[in-house]
């Protein structure tokens, strides 16, 4: 999250990054078989750029968009847009959750409203393993903070000390007569739940401080077991053996040319097969996204290296403040699986050929010459069953064509055997003509997907006219 000043005035990158003549030796790729990197983030502004994306890597420096680089959630709740999303795993590694500003620039607020008459709520999805996610929902965490006009750019860490989480995020309050943003915490198990938010970081006089990750170091490297990493005009870290203990401040990354003013949102990222770190900055000033910055310290603020040219590649969207964790092999197979990079395409009516399948507030119908995200499926394998296809919606990742009562609607994934049979179809040849194809059900295979008064239904087909509405062409 951009700090304030920085709203305030346009700031050029231009003459402050020289990366030319700095010298760092790309790493060694991890092993081939090593597990990779999962990167939650937002890509931009606006109702789909402001939602949650995911992106993988194997070496933590080359990065793949997921999902051929669409959305993988998305907000329903608040204003319907998240930013800054961080990514929670539990200890056990049994469940995870996403939290996330709730805030859509662009989607009638803006900036100013954010700052000050903001979403007090953050926005939260739960998942068992990192595939299959809940509807998202609303926890507010700054509607108890006096004069609280926000809550921006959440991360969460687990205290072993408490047994819980620590969660933190900004917020834009009054505190002896100055109003600015400062970190507060609170402690939660679920995050559905927190404890009375407190004041956990602030900075002298009117100096904002909006972004913070904290990272866990091993023994044995640095002085202290947890950095963390801030945006309070400067790239500020601070050392601590305490989550919720004393903070020693450890300097910043003005020796490598980099201020708050430049580059916001820092994540974390601990390379698997070696003793060194990554920090991410968002080059949010310059419109250029994260890059890596290196240490094999991240308490020695000298030890921090600019990336060399050619070192590292984000892939095909632009990665904004977001939150990196390292899979398991387990995770990255599901991952991998799940938001494989399957083609969106669009379903053509055989006997209204200007007309194609599309979702209109999740009823599903057929309508003439449409071409946009509505109107896009992926035909990923089907939820119940091999040899079978389901149709996740395009820009609602996560809802699927089901039928209920023999209507069509566009619902999202409960997870449950019900769900996942009525969302199930075996793709044969087309009713009409063997060049096209027909869905059969696979909770009712003597009805199949057809149109009927442009509405989208289960039948059983028996008649002529019947088996062209059941006949459709998976174009692009």
Known sequence: MRTLLSRLSAISLAACLLFTGQALTTPQRAAAADPGYLMTHFIGEGSTGQQIYFSHSTDGLNWSDLNGGGMTLRSTVGTRGVRDPALVRAPGGDKYWIIATDLCIGCGQSWDDAVNNGSRNLVVWESTDLVTWSQPWLLNVAGAIPDGRNAWAPEAIWNSETNDY????????????????????????????????????????????????????????????????????????EGSNSILGTWTDLGNLSGIGLTGSQVEGPMWMKFRDRNEWTLYLDQYAS????????????????????????????????????????????EESRVLARWANTPAKRLQSFNFQDRYVRHANFDVRIDQNVTGPDAQFRLRPGLAGSGTVSFESVNFPGHFLRHSNYDFQLAYNDG???????????????????????????????????????????????????????????TN
Do not use: C
Not at 309 to 326: P, Q, V
């Open 166 to 237: 620590v969660l933190y995020w900004a917020t834009n309050a009054t505190r002896g007569g100055v109003l600015k943003h400062r970190i507060y915490y609170a402690r939660t198990t679920d995050f559905r739940t927190i404890t009375t938010p407190q004041l956990y970081i602030d900075r002298p006089g009117t100096q904002n401080i909006i972004d913070t990750q904290i990272v866990e170091v091993p023994s044995g490297v640095g002085d202290f077991r947890y950095v963390r990493a801030s945006g309070d005009g400067q790239i500020t870290l």
């Open 416 to 474: 449950t055997t019900r769900f996942a049979a009525d969302a199930t179809f075996r793709q044969v040849a087309g009713l009409a003509d063997p060049t096209w194809s027909s869905f059969q059900s696979y909770s009712h295979p003597d009805r199949y997907i057809r149109h009927y008064a442009y509405e989208l239904r289960l039948d059983p087909i028996t008649t002529t006219t019947a088996r062209s509405d059941a006949t459709f062409r998976v």
């Open 287 to 330: 419109g250029r996204g994260y890059m890596p910055v290196t240490t094999t310290n991240p308490s020695a603020a000298g030890t921090y290296r600019l990336p060399a040219s050619g070192s590292y590649n984000l892939g095909g969207t632009k990665k904004r403040h977001g939150a990196i964790l390292d899979l398991t092999a387990a």
